[in-house]
């Protein structure tokens, strides 16, 4: 049986040291907000490339905590409206409504399954204060013309970067940030080589720690990062039940922090995170060259060389080269490989008749979902027909080069 993701397998394959980070944690009896939160804020920060990260208790709570700031900054009140995609995973839609905010839901491009940025501007209204991006399934949502949208109209731009730790963008200093600790490059050249991972690119973002995720706990876990003081002041002193300092309470906040046995975990398993995103990468540019089925869909990578004639898969020489032979993207981790067929679940049924584990993501999107019944009228089409084509592959950085093949073979022969 090939597993979805098989967790048990990636925590083994960080033993010894997992242990070891996990006891250093028991022996010294201090379980929040102590040094191990520290040390991996700080390492996190210098990994995404902003000045501050908040560790919290998961993505949910990384989300609903810069909305719930920006409102007690003053940025935004109850009933504004903030754009965010219509196909993303529940979470997103819930960091909106739970602080009385107003999602306004904007349909994908089917291609790259992420928000369609050319639909925004005729979303924007009066009360328009923000908009979320999902880099969805691990690949990067950020264009200029996003940018320029939000400055035109002063929007705040919120990543949701739970399923995209690591993924990077090449391209100049964003212009929405104003940072300072990216120095501008001198040369155009210079610029237009420039990389930034996503989760420094908008005004702040929400991370997840979630088991599953390309950087997981062992439990939940996530964090927001940003590069704006006041705003990371706020959600630090939220994030403590409202404290500015101990038992002074400026805000009516919540209980939502990383513990420190879970900042140990991810001090172990962050240095080992690009790694980890390359291997998905190497399977991913496998599937996207050799899987070959009229009723399947690939995920689209605009740029990469058009696919050769049917290859056969016994004569290819599987991933033994060091370099994937599609370009490099490295604006995708593949956090999920997901394909589309109208004959999905004939599809998902033959390959778990033979040993093989595939999910969907998701199979019910927010708008028909009964929490938000008000919505059921709504039309969103291109999320409705991805709702009811998408399945996810396996892919782990971990996946044997058998079972890869094994996943291949039997998809071309469906
Ligand atoms: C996982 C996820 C979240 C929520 O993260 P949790 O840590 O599970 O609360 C939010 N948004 C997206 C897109 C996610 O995939």
Redesign the pocket.
Known sequence: MIKFLDIQKITESFEPELSVAINRVVKRGWFLLGEEVSAFEKEYSDYIGTKHCIGVA???DA?RLILRAWIELGIMKEGDEVIVPAN??I??ILAITDNRLKPVLVDPDVNTYNLDISLIEQHITPRTRAIMV?H?YGKACWTSQLEEIAIKYNLKIIE?N??ATGAQIQSEVPQTTHSTKHPSPATPKEKANTFFRTGSFGHAAGH???PG?NLGALG?G?AVTTDNDDLAKVIRAIANYGYSKKYICDYQGLNSRLDEIQAAVLRVKLPRLDTDNQRRREIANYYLENIEHPNIILPSMEGSKPKPPCTSVKSKDIITSQYPTLPLRLDHVWHLFVVRTNKREKLKQYLSDKGIQTLIHYPVPPHKQKAYNKWFQKKFPVTEKIHNQVLSLPISPLLEKNSIVKILCLINSF
């Open positions: 998961n993505g949910l989300l993303t995973f979470a997103s999902v969805l949701d739970a399923q997840s720690f979630y995720k939940d996530g």
